[in-house]
């Protein structure tokens, strides 16, 4: 995949999992499965497919001393600062124009930081064919397929099959449901057809400065 970046989104602000979490150390710096953090996990895990080169971190100013402590092998271009926090949109947008300049061309995943992925087999092909989409013109966004109506997530409702050459299926999206009630969830997992929206997005530079 010579044209697949990665963009991972390293922000947040130290609420989730207190105390053990703080401002200062929010749980992407966290070795909380074992001797790497959930950052360093997420470098390594996209490292099988992407090279160093073509791997960036964006994140607020007060981060950057633990990036480079846990990352040494970034390069400092490659942390895209934000002046100051104004969310994830932001923050990708401020990086994409950072991306632009590198490769105009460029495909890039952009990934959060603290998310545990235990196949990484699978999770290489969802990469691939969500590239393959992308360099069609798509913009990606990943789903997972429920375990549960869990309420805590927003959802996917996945419409017509894309004739998308790769190692998995692609599929256009109908709508997406907003951490619905219990009786929603239940309903849509029976359905069938509906993901759990993972907050995952592969996409061309060009295409996403251009909405």
């Known amino acids: 995949m010579p044209r697949l970046y990665v963009l991972i989104l390293s922000g947040g602000a130290g609420t989730r999992l207190w105390p053990l979490s703080r401002r ?22 996209v490292s099988e497919t992407v090279p160093a080169e073509r791997i960036f971190v964006v994140a607020p100013p007060e981060h950057r001393a633990l990036i ?12 895209v600062v934000e002046p100051y ?3 994830n949109a932001a923050a990708v947008g401020l990086a994409m124009a950072a ?18 992925v235990e196949k990484r087999a699978e999770f290489r092909k969802v990469l691939i064919a969500a590239t393959a989409a992308a360099e069609r013109g798509h913009l990606v966004t990943l789903g997972i397929t429920p375990t549960a109506p869990d309420t805590g997530f927003g959802y996917i409702e996945a419409g017509d099959k894309l004739d998308i050459e790769g190692p998995m299926e692609v599929r256009s999206v109908k709508r997406f449901v907003e951490k619905p009630k219990r ?29």
């Not at 990352?71 to 942390?79: G, K, M, N």
């Open 24 to 45: 200062e150390r929010p749980k992407q710096f966290l070795d909380l499965l074992g001797d790497r953090t959930l950052l360093q996990d997420t470098v390594d895990r």
């Open 68 to 79: 480079h402590e846990q990352l040494p092998e970034l390069r400092s271009d490659h942390l």
């Open 85 to 87: 926090p104004r969310g």
């Open 99 to 116: 991306l632009a300049a590198f490769d105009p061309e460029a495909v890039v995943a952009v990934l959060p930081s603290d998310h545990v």
């Open 183 to 211: 009786d929603q969830a239940e309903r849509m997992l029976a359905a069938g057809g509906h993901y759990w929206n993972a907050g995952m997005f592969v996409w061309r530079v060009e295409e996403v400065l251009r909405v």
